[in-house]
Structure formats: structure tokens, C-alpha cells
């Protein structure tokens, strides 16, 4: 079993750079990790980012034909899975920097106690939401098999983790390790600048955060019907306590 790391990334280099070395100097076994940039075609920095990856064989370039437009989040982080073949997957930012030595053989073994049907998503402290939202989160690919896809496509920037969030949390399927630091340096926070690619992905979402608020109230019978989805396959009742159904 390896992991695959998944990173959307656009022509933020340091953060690739300081991403990349957090990886490759905190795993206990490169050999249990993938590290996948998905990279525009039309990204400036993309030879230089393919010059990193031939020294690198665990660093792995997803060329997107993005059409010279931001495709959004939930789209690229599908392209994502589509490329790669591991059999947990995950969502991780190029914002974000692993801190824990050992972070590998953890995570694997909690999937490799995961129940049989495989629907399991493990989330880690980010230094700011800590349990409350799974702005980073590995699960088995067994839960695209049976939803279809990894990420709603409708999301540009926004709520793709909170949907993840709480399809797992439904079935009590998402646990938390305190333990293991994934610091998200989002800029929100105060930790790095706003640079081009945020104004980038902000301007295609309509410059306001109200456009995704919006669309995660209109999805509401599509949330419920992944609910649904994954009750049928595991055979269990969800928790609706757990899931947003507009009620």
C-alpha cells in the first residue's frame, strides 16, 4: 500500500521547494510515497518544476491542459486522482509543510487496520482548525469507486473539504491525528502573502467567498445522495447530525 500526495499547484516554486523537502526529509520510506504537482501547461514555472522532478523519482508532474483558466479545485484534484494508481489518495495544498518524522508508517497503519469495506479518511493537525474541518485528509480510493469521483467539480476554491468532511464523518469514518502536523500556511492565516495565485483563484470565483456559500446550499440533494451512495454500499445508516442537509 502507498500513498499518493496531491497537490494542485501554479507557479509557486518556494512553496513546491519547501513542500517537497518537508516530504522527502520527515517520511520514514520514500518508497511509501508519491508526490503528485498537478501544473498547468501554461504555468511559467512548469520546465523548471519537470528539472526538480528528473532528479526526484518519487516527484511525479501532472501537466493540466487548463485552457488558460483557473479549472478550479475540485476539478484538478480529480485530474489528480485519475493520474495517479495508489491506493490512498489525498488532498494536500502547496501551502502546506509536513512536520512530523514518520508521518508515512502512520498513516499507513491506520489504513492498514481500516475496516474491510475501505471507506477511511484520516485527517492531521493543520496549526489552526485542528478537528474541526479536514483541510487535509488521506482516504483509500475505494470511496471514488463508489461516488464516482473525489472532489465535487462545482467547487472553485471552497467547501471541497468540508464536503469530504462530512460524507466521512457520516459513518464515523474520519479520524483525527493530533499528532501528526501538516501546517497549513494559507495566507488567510498570516502566514505567507497573497500572491498572484490567490488573486488568480479568487478572481474565478467571483472575488467573493458568497458565489461558493451559495453553491454548497444549492448542492444540498446532491451532498445527500453521496450520503445515500455510500449508506447503500456500506450497509449502515449515516449520522444526519453530521451532514448539512439544509434542514
Not at 61 to 86: M, P
Not at 91 to 102: L, Q, S
Not at 131 to 146: E, I, P, Q, S, T
Not at 222 to 245: A, C, F, H, Q
Amino acid at each position: 500500500m502507498k500513498i499518493a500526495v496531491l497537490v494542485p499547484t501554479r507557479e509557486r516554486m518556494n512553496n513546491r521547494l519547501t513542500l517537497l523537502f518537508s516530504i522527502l526529509t520527515t517520511v520514514n520510506n520514500i518508497d511509501n510515497v508519491n508526490i503528485y504537482y498537478g501544473v498547468d501547461k501554461d504555468d511559467p514555472t512548469l520546465d523548471t518544476i519537470k528539472r526538480v522532478a528528473s532528479a526526484i523519482p518519487a516527484l511525479k508532474i501532472v501537466e493540466i491542459d487548463n485552457k488558460n483558466k483557473f479549472l478550479g479545485l475540485g476539478i484538478l484534484w480529480n485530474k489528480l486522482v485519475k493520474a495517479s494508481n495508489e491506493e490512498i489518495i489525498s488532498m494536500i495544498g502547496d501551502d502546506m509543510v509536513f512536520k512530523t518524522p514518520g508521518w508515512d508508517t502512520m498513516l499507513l497503519e491506520e489504513f492498514n487496520n481500516m475496516p474491510k469495506d475501505k471507506i477511511q479518511a484520516i485527517h492531521c493537525n493543520d496549526d489552526y482548525h485542528g478537528a474541526k474541518l479536514a483541510v487535509n485528509l488521506f482516504c483509500h480510493r475505494k470511496y471514488v469507486d463508489v461516488l464516482g469521483y473525489f472532489m465535487r467539480e462545482e467547487f472553485l476554491i471552497n467547501w471541497v473539504d468540508q464536503w469530504l468532511h462530512q460524507t466521512f464523518s457520516a459513518f464515523g469514518r474520519l479520524r483525527y491525528r493530533n499528532d501528526i502536523m501538516i501546517e497549513h500556511r494559507h495566507w488567510v492565516f498570516g502566514k505567507t502573502p497573497r500572491d498572484n495565485t490567490a488573486e488568480r483563484m479568487n478572481n474565478a470565483n467571483g472575488g467573493s467567498e458568497v458565489i461558493s456559500d451559495k453553491l454548497w446550499h444549492e448542492l444540498v440533494d446532491e451532498r445527500i445522495s453521496d450520503v445515500k451512495k455510500l449508506s447503500k454500499y456500506l450497509n449502515m445508516e449515516p449520522d444526519w447530525g453530521k451532514v448539512d442537509t439544509g434542514t
